[in-house]
Every structure is written in C-alpha cells, then in structure tokens.
C-alpha cells in the first residue's frame, strides 16, 4: 500500500470515529434493580410510540383453576400437622415479584383476622391458602368472610418448611411475613 493510501484509510478511520468520541463525556446511567424503586421513569424517558403497522394484541388472560364441589370435596379434609392457629410474629423476608398471599384455618382465630384484613386483602390482591380445614362447609364459611379472595385448601407442612412458619394466620408477601 501506498502512503496515500494509508493516509486516506486513516483520515476515513478518525472520520468514523468521530461520533463516538462526541459521546464518550456523556455520564453513564447506572440503574439498579433491588425491588424498592420504579423503573418507570427510564421508560417513560424513552418516550417509545407504538408501531402504527402492528395491530394491538389482546391482553392475556389469567388462567384460571377451575373448582367444582366435586373437586375440592376430594381434597378434603386438609390437615397441616406443623400449623396450628396461634401468634406470628413479624420478620422480613426477600422475595420480589412474591404475589401476596395468606395463611389460615377453619377456626375462630382466622375467621376473626379475615374479617379484620378482608378489604386490605382484596386490595393487595392477596389469596388464600387454608391449610386446616375438615369439611367444604367450613371451606365455604371463610369464603364468605372475604369474598373477592380466593381461597384454596392446600396442605402448608412443606410450606411451614420452607418459610419457618409454625403458626398462623399469617400474611406472606414479597418483603415480610406479618399477623
């Protein structure tokens, strides 16, 4: 190769670079994701517009568990031997994207917090695991104590595991366990 070659290959080289280097003073923009603070506004700045040529998907639907008397009646009675009702007492745990959800009996103690939580556990969107419950009669009262609350008959000793829960009633959620 010739020196003017070389030359212009170079020239076209820092030509090309040029851009970059515009940008390169620029502060970088660290986001961090723990679960406490909105990505919102990062979005929102990008003021993306939707495109005019792809039509508009529909949303998708939540599935939802089909519950026939017959069905729950042959998974009672549910008997969680490591739960009993009694004091919970507050802690914090991490788990993000964690849906709300509780844990109860068929006994006064629950009934009596249902009644108490019902309209904050609508609001959280909370559902509900029975972990001791004897017949689709008792299943039935704590549904009318909250209704807007699903609730399921679930065996909760793996549960009472896995979160060191001994008793309950108890609201779970992403950052606490709470009475």
């Known amino acids: 190769m010739t020196k003017s070659h070389l030359a212009l290959r170079g020239r076209l080289v820092l030509l090309a670079g040029l851009p970059l280097a515009s940008r390169a003073g620029d502060p970088l923009i660290v986001v961090e994701?723990?679960?406490?603070?909105?990505?919102?506004?990062?979005?929102?700045?990008?003021?993306?517009?939707?495109?005019?040529?792809?039509?508009?998907?529909?949303?998708?639907?939540?599935?939802?568990?089909?519950?026939?008397?017959?069905?729950?009646?042959?998974?009672?009675?549910?008997?969680?031997t490591k739960l009993t009702p009694g004091t919970v007492a507050r802690r914090v745990i991490e788990a993000p994207g964690l849906r709300p959800f509780v844990?109860?009996?068929?006994?006064?103690?629950?009934?009596?917090?249902?009644?108490?939580?019902?309209?904050?556990?609508?609001?959280?969107?909370?559902?509900?695991?029975?972990?001791?419950?004897?017949?689709?009669?008792?299943?039935?009262?704590?549904?009318?104590?909250?209704?807007?609350?699903?609730?399921?008959p679930v065996a909760g000793d793996d549960l009472a595991d896995r979160l060191g829960l001994r008793h309950y009633p108890a609201l779970i959620t992403a950052t606490g366990i709470e009475q």
């Open 103 to 152: 844990v109860i009996g068929d006994d006064d103690a629950s009934r009596a917090w249902l009644q108490r939580r019902g309209v904050a556990l609508r609001e959280r969107g909370a559902v509900g695991l029975v972990v001791n419950v004897e017949t689709a009669q008792g299943l039935a009262g704590l549904r009318a104590l909250v209704p807007g609350v699903p609730l399921a």
């Open 33 to 80: 994701d723990r679960g406490g603070t909105s990505a919102l506004p990062y979005y929102e700045a990008l003021n993306l517009q939707p495109r005019a040529d792809v039509p508009a998907r529909p949303p998708i639907p939540t599935p939802q568990v089909p519950a026939t008397p017959a069905d729950e009646a042959a998974m009672l009675p549910v008997r969680s």
